[in-house]
């Protein structure tokens, strides 16, 4: 395998993903100063990747099967999650995702220049993330061949599991609108964040799908990096915090008795939340 080599053509894929990324995410702080909601980031981290993959594939000029096949499997998971973060963050959008509300609290001054930098943070973030589907749009003679079909299933079966595990946890918001319990049925059961480990594994179908490619084994860098952000940095670490704060002892049982992110069977404990 030929080392990672930064030439013209690579440079220029991550330049336009950085220009289009920076500009879709300064589009979004702009719209997020009229709501003080800085949730208004998850839509161009969403529907961005199918404006990067398309772009990449234009100014390389790619269109085998196997880059439609990829183009398919970015657009619907990117359409599927920024519709429903779009809607769920419109329904209400004065009403800020309660890990942006502690990080808001925290600021002492320059609350909009903080945050500007935030959005462009994740705008950084979206150009390393797309190293994996990058490798696939500059490589001409990408086809479909048993890698690939896997990488095909693993996505397909990690889109449906994150479709569910978000239509449980919002059917079970629904149900307790107003009380102080804590989702532990359905996949919630076996991780507290299910939702966030198959986004993982949708980075990672996106991973093997690409592995074929010139420097293919660069592709992981993309589910190594989400995995990091969605561990320590915006998910599961900031979501935790709040949901102690919120629901105490009742989501502290939960949290000794179900695994942080990989669904695993739950432990037995003493005390048992509300359902």
Request: charged share 15%; with cysteine.
């Amino acid at each position: 395998m030929r080392l990672f080599e930064f030439n013209h053509d690579l440079i220029s894929n991550y330049m336009l993903v950085g220009v289009l990324a920076s500009f879709m995410m300064t589009v979004a702080w702009v719209v997020h100063l009229k709501y003080k909601n800085a949730s208004i980031a998850d839509i161009p981290w969403c529907f961005g990747n199918i404006i990067f993959f398309a772009a990449m594939l234009k100014l390389n000029d790619t269109c085998s099967t196997a880059h439609l096949v990829m183009l398919a499997m970015i657009t619907l998971w990117s359409a599927r999650l920024g519709i429903y973060l779009t809607r769920r963050i419109f329904q209400d959008p004065y009403n800020e995702d309660g890990r942006f509300k502690k990080i808001r609290s925290d600021l002492k001054s320059h609350e909009g220049l903080w945050f500007f930098f935030m959005f462009q943070f994740q705008a950084a973030l979206q150009v390393a993330l797309c190293t994996s589907y990058l490798l696939c749009a500059m490589d001409s003679n990408l086809q479909m061949g048993l890698l690939q079909y896997l990488a095909l299933c693993l996505f397909l079966f990690s889109f449906a599991m994150q479709w569910l595990a978000d239509s449980q946890l919002a059917r079970f918001a629904k149900e307790n609108r107003g009380k102080n319990n804590v989702c532990d049925t359905g996949l919630w059961k076996y991780s507290r964040h299910p939702n966030y480990f198959f986004e993982f594994c949708i980075w990672l179908s996106f991973a093997i799908f690409a592995i074929n490619s010139p420097n293919g084994a660069y592709a992981f860098i993309s589910p190594a990096l989400i995995y990091f952000v969605l561990t320590q940095l915006s998910g599961v670490k900031l979501s935790e915090e709040v949901s102690l704060a919120k629901r105490g002892d009742i989501y502290r049982d939960y949290m000794n008795r179900t695994s942080s992110f990989f669904l695993l069977p739950p432990k037995n404990s003493k005390t048992k939340s509300e359902t």
